[in-house]
């Protein structure tokens, strides 16, 4: 049997770690909901839940896939062998999978966004109107998402097929630099735009009258959903952790990079949102439809500087994209690797197929499509829902309850303290975190999708 891969070194467990939690959901959509909450006191509760309820559930994950050094079923398998908990695993393998097949359309748009600032199609001589509707006419066309889709899904193939060293490290310890290399110029650039400063206030001037019971259901969602816990990403990537490894120096260096990422997203967009005078907390469209026409605007002053820019941001959506697109399709190879005996280019190439199928109807749910609903949603939106709010929270409950209540406490303090040797102190703190205060903030999630 070939001998189990592992990240060489802690930057390449950082880095890919950091690459599946930092995505979409750091640039896409934290900015937006930050804009829908109040700013700057948004983010403090956003940063206390991030820290005592999510990061806790990264350990646990943690925990179980360098302890089992396996995927989510065989983990669950070996270490409570004639138990159900393995089931539990499964849960989490089809998961990744079914949020990949709407991930990777929204994929897709970055693809497509960054040909069209190639092409100077956002900057270059076009009328405002086209600049400001493009988005809706993309989306709800045929053929042009699902090129865009597709080309994202092979981009997404290529890295896996090349393994954990040769293929996902090697992309994450270049892609993450690079990555914060263009969120910073990006963040330079907005604050030397007339008006920026009234988005820097927004930022970091609290206003804690904006703190309803949705604000706060929406920060413990984001801090949760943006380390991509519940799915086994983080499981998959733990069983490829040498044992020697800190794992509690990972987990904070992790989930610091995470909360970083997110902050500079927000310093990069608002200023520029609030230089054009939209409203911060417009939606999902903030990203694909506002700062086109903002960088169409700034355009007409400094056309190559705005031409520049414009493709860094697209960029860096994409390099996101990619980063915790591999993490998801890595969770279901490595069970056709290590379960069923595939090999990895046939898993690849098999999942792959599979979520660029299931994608299609995701991506045509904004087009031809758009009128088939089920209970109500589109393809795109059921997808969404269901993965978000009870799949990802279901995984999260399974994999802490696992380690706090199922797992002898000894077992789990030998992987936290490798053996004794670090992090002794800490774990007391780190062990009443996982056992109790991260299940009840899952169970607040799960509270808040059914009431708010």
């Known amino acids: ?11 390449a467990v950082i880095a890919a770690m950091a690459g599946s939690a930092v995505g979409l959901g750091n640039i896409w959509r934290f900015p937006y909901i930050l804009g829908q909450y109040g700013g700057a006191a948004f983010v403090l509760v956003y940063i206390v839940a991030s820290l005592l309820v999510a990061l806790p559930i990264f350990f646990a994950e943690s925990v179980i896939g360098r302890r089992s050094g396996t995927d989510t079923f065989g983990a669950m398998k070996k270490l409570a062998p004639g138990t159900p908990w393995k089931w539990a695993g499964l849960l989490t393998i089809l998961s990744p999978l079914l ?44 053929w042009q998402p ?71 259901a929406a ?22 952790v040498k044992k020697e490894e800190n794992l509690v120096v990972s987990g904070v260096g992790t989930a610091v990079s995470d909360l970083v990422f997110a902050l500079v997203a927000a310093f990069a967009i ?3 949102v609030f230089a054009a005078g939209f409203e911060p907390g417009s939606g999902p469209g903030l990203v694909f439809q506002t700062l086109p026409y903002i960088f169409h605007k700034m355009s007409q002053g400094m056309p190559i500087v705005s031409t520049l820019v414009s493709v860094a941001f697209f960029l860096s959506i994409l390099a996101a994209a990619l980063t915790s697109a591999i993490s998801m399709l890595e969770v279901g190879v490595a069970y056709l690797v290590d379960q069923k005996g595939m090999g990895r280019r046939r898993a690849t190439l098999l999942l792959s197929l599979g979520v660029w199928l299931l994608g299609l109807l995701c991506s045509l749910s904004f087009g031809p499509l758009s009128g ?38 000894a077992d789990v303090r030998d992987e936290l303290t490798n053996g004794g040797t670090c992090n002794v102190r800490l774990f007391g703190l780190v062990y009443f975190l996982m056992r109790y205060l991260a299940p009840v903030g899952i169970v607040a999630v799960f509270l808040s999708n059914l009431f708010l």
Not at 195 to 211: E, N, Q, T
Not at 381 to 407: E, H, I, K, R, Y
């Open 1 to 11: 049997m070939k001998p189990r891969e592992h990240f060489g070194s802690r930057f």
């Open 99 to 142: 949020i990949l097949s709407y991930y990777s359309v929204v994929g897709g748009w970055s693809v497509q966004f960054l040909f069209k600032a190639l092409s100077f199609n956002i900057t270059g001589d076009v009328s405002e109107s086209e600049v400001v509707g493009y988005f809706s006419r993309f989306i709800s066309s045929t």
């Open 146 to 216: 699902i090129l865009s889709h597709t080309l994202f899904m092979a981009m997404v193939a290529g890295i896996v097929l090349g393994g954990i060293k040769n293929g996902i490290e090697r992309f994450s310890k270049v892609a993450m630099p690079v990555l914060l290399g263009l969120i910073l110029f990006i963040v330079v650039y907005s604050l030397t735009l007339p008006g920026s400063m009234a988005g820097l206030r927004y930022l970091l001037k609290p206003d804690f009258s904006k703190l309803t019971a949705d604000a706060y």
């Open 219 to 240: 920060a413990l969602g984001q801090a949760f959903f943006s380390l991509s816990l519940g799915v086994g990403t983080v499981l998959t990537y733990a069983s490829y």
């Open 270 to 272: 608002m200023p520029a």
């Open 372 to 409: 088939v609903k089920v209970l109500g949603l589109s393809f795109f939106d059921l997808q969404d829902a269901l993965c978000s709010n009870w799949l990802m929270p279901m995984g999260g409950l399974v994999f802490t309850l696992f380690v706090g209540w199922w797992m002898s406490r």
